[in-house]
């Protein structure tokens, strides 16, 4: 898969952490991996892990400094073969099915390339998940190309058993490597 660009979008989910082995399992399969972090995500996890698993900056801001002349948001939308938000929050979910865009994930989703595949985990409390207002964004995203894996049922981390777990990374990644073969 050398070439391929993955732009991992990490939101604000409880779930963040597991990302970092996404983020690992992709760059071991020959992905070039851009980490774009909303700042609800680095409650639960710093840029840290990501920059030295993926070997590149991590974008935290929709204003960080470029290299070049071309906004981190543009470059990145430009260059990817795959958008994977993983996890996926209600709120991402939200923005990207009604073209929200006040940080540098949903710029990046309105920006895309458009021959770009776009794959997303949700993760989020079953009651959200299963909200009439998500499902309809789910079904906007689907109508426009993106493709959902999960989430799963199990023990979710308020206390609730249910839909809403994230799948499993390792599944993620077999995912997001067949989307761009």
Same mark, same amino acid.
């Given at each position: ?14 779930? /963040?952490? %597991? ?21 609800? /995500?680095? %409650? ?17 801001? =929709? ?80 109508? %426009? ?10 023990? =979710? ?8 777990? =994230? ?8 995912? /997001?490597?067949?989307?761009? %073969?």
């Amino acid at each position: 898969m050398s070439g391929k660009t993955v732009i991992l979008g990490v939101t604000g989910s409880i779930a /963040a952490h %597991r990302a970092v082995d996404l983020a690992s399992l992709l760059v071991k399969d020959g992905f070039s991996v851009h980490v774009v972090m909303t700042a609800d /995500a680095q %409650r639960f996890v710093t840029p840290l892990p990501f920059k030295t698993l993926s070997r590149n900056r991590v974008v935290t801001d =929709l204003y960080d400094v470029e290299d070049g002349w071309k906004p981190a948001h543009v470059e990145l939308a430009d260059a990817a073969d795959l958008l994977l938000i993983a996890p996926a929050t209600a709120n991402a979910l939200a923005k990207t099915a009604h073209g929200l865009a006040d940080d540098a994930l949903s710029c990046i989703a309105l920006a895309l390339n458009p021959q770009a595949a776009v794959l997303i985990a949700p993760a989020m409390n079953g009651k959200m998940w299963l909200h009439p207002a998500t499902q309809a964004n789910v079904t906007t995203l689907k109508n %426009r190309g993106a493709e959902f894996i999960g989430p799963e049922k199990g023990l =979710l981390s308020c206390g609730y058993e249910g839909i809403g777990r =994230l799948w499993p990374v390792e599944k993620i990644a077999q995912r /997001a490597a067949a989307r761009l %073969r």
